[in-house]
């Protein structure tokens, strides 16, 4: 593992060491991962530019924090950050493809990390999913709600010093028999296959944390009712698709009225369904694509980008890049009771309508027209302090076989509309396995937002490319330090 060391900003203008310079080899060359007899041709592939130099006039700088953090695995999730044991620094949880089950570290503040797994252990292995960070049931301990690719649902409740109790393991819908032939764009049963993603929050009103699952590969939505303790749970029927698979699910209130809507990132594209406040959803799909190609949107985020007190819709698409889509909203006349025609010499009766509010969803321009590989995890915060929030997207900036994946920080300007693409903040461009989600929250204790990425995730081979990732974690986290020659003065 890379040795942590303390990093000055004038490390940017070459005064003392810098964590963020290439390893070198021991006759003095960037160590590349090439083979030793590498000609010059594979070595132009490599190149060896994979972290940009930091720039001295860059806003923040990202200070690598995995020191603990395992170098194996394929972390195929959207990691979790929230503080277990209450001492002020986020905590990391995160489940691997081809695991043992999902895992737990305790930030010390520092950089570094301890494992707490006790009790997360799963006998038949994990597969990758998503993972929340939640307080199940109420005892002032957050818990860990799981959804493995493969096994279903788990609910591992927690004692705040990472000791961890199996309330809920392998939960799934019941299977349907004699199930029909999809109402989607998929052959085969549509009988619920694992869980890609969850999301948690009280969507019917009785004070109580509920279950939204998505499906690894078909079946759709599955919801789950819960009573408070974490152990119980009654499946619900909705109006939900029952096709497809969800790779990123979100609850937050889109249209105002105080109820928890689901936003999706869809089999199809991104998706937006308005709760009842009952436990039901109807689709919202104004605004957002559908393209012939399936499984293209990844990481979906709900904010409010441009400060219009409307949340707003952030999209991964491995085609085309991080994505914004504006919320907007319009007046539509609707039908209260319709016409009813005249008949044996009665006069007709007119419908009756009525005005009401609706919302949709307006894509804005290009976000990082320099990302030509796709974008596959995002989120979002305010990393440099001026008020706006700011994206930051995993993905590949050129199409290209091999290791070639990294990471990238674009400030807004607090419209949605302009983002500028920083190279010079410390964070690895290329190089990099296939990166998965993005989580943000506090690991120092600074107030300043922080970063954690799931990564290892399979490359198309490149036998002239690299032999092996860099960074070598592929469970990664950084440490965000704002410039303090450049401190951002929040705007009005």
Request: aromatic share 8%; proline share 7%.
């Amino acid at each position: 593992m890379e040795t942590m060391r303390a990093v000055c900003w004038i490390a940017a203008i070459g005064l003392c060491g810098s964590t963020f310079a290439p390893a070198q080899a021991q006759d003095g060359r960037p160590a590349t991962g090439l083979p030793a007899d590498a000609t010059a041709e594979q070595a132009a592939v490599d190149d060896g530019a994979l972290t940009p130099p930091l720039d001295a006039d860059a806003p923040v700088h990202f200070h690598a924090a995995y020191q603990g953090l395992p170098e194996g695995l394929n972390w195929k999730c959207h990691p979790a950050l929230g503080d277990f044991n209450g001492d002020g620094f986020a905590d990391l949880a995160a489940i691997a493809r081809k695991g043992d089950g999902p895992k737990v570290w305790f930030a010390d503040g520092k950089g570094g990390w301890i494992e707490k797994s006790e009790g997360l252990q799963n006998e038949r292995g994990s597969c990758g999913g998503g993972v929340v960070i939640v307080d199940i049931n109420g005892d002032s301990h957050p818990d860990l709600v799981v959804g493995d690719h493969c096994w279903g649902l788990f609910v591992f409740l927690g004692d705040g010093k990472g000791n961890w109790k199996t309330a809920t393991k392998e939960l799934m819908p019941p299977v349907i028999p004699d199930l029909p032939k999809p109402k989607g764009p998929f052959e085969g049963p549509q009988q619920f296959s694992g869980v890609e993603s969850i999301a948690v929050g009280d969507i019917n009103g009785d004070g109580h944390d509920d279950i939204v699952c998505g499906a690894s590969l078909e079946g759709g939505f599955a919801v789950f009712l819960g009573d408070g303790a974490g152990e119980n749970w009654t499946h619900k029927k909705t109006s939900l698709p029952d096709w497809g698979w969800t790779n990123r699910l979100v609850l937050a209130d889109f249209d105002g009225d105080g109820n928890l809507d689901i936003l999706a990132g869809r089999s199809i594209a991104p998706r937006v369904y308005l709760g009842d406040g009952k436990g039901d959803f109807s689709e919202v799909d104004d605004g957002f694509p559908t393209p012939k190609i399936v499984g293209l949107y990844w990481g979906v985020r709900a904010v409010d980008v441009n400060k219009d007190g409307l949340l707003d819709v952030l999209a991964a698409n491995l085609s085309d890049g991080p994505e914004v889509y504006l919320q907007e909203r319009y007046e539509a006349e609707v039908v209260v009771t319709p016409a009813v025609p005249a008949s044996d010499g009665g006069e007709a009766t007119p419908a009756v309508t009525r005005k009401v509010k609706k919302l949709r969803f307006k894509k804005q321009p290009d976000v990082m027209p320099k990302m030509l590989g796709g974008a596959v995890g995002i989120n979002a915060a305010d990393f440099d302090g001026d008020g706006n929030l700011d994206l930051f997207v995993s993905g590949r900036l050129a199409r290209i076989k091999g290791f070639r994946h990294g990471v990238y920080l674009l400030l807004g300007d607090g419209s949605g509309e302009v983002w500028r693409y920083v190279e010079g903040a410390g964070l690895p461009a290329d190089g990099m396995a296939w990166n998965w989600g993005v989580a943000i929250g506090d690991i120092n204790g600074d107030g300043v937002p922080d970063v954690a990425v799931g990564s290892g995730g399979d490359v198309a081979s490149d036998p002239r490319g690299r032999r092996s990732p860099s960074p070598s974690q592929q469970l990664l986290a950084w440490i965000t330090e704002r410039n303090p020659r450049l401190a951002a003065k929040p705007q009005q």
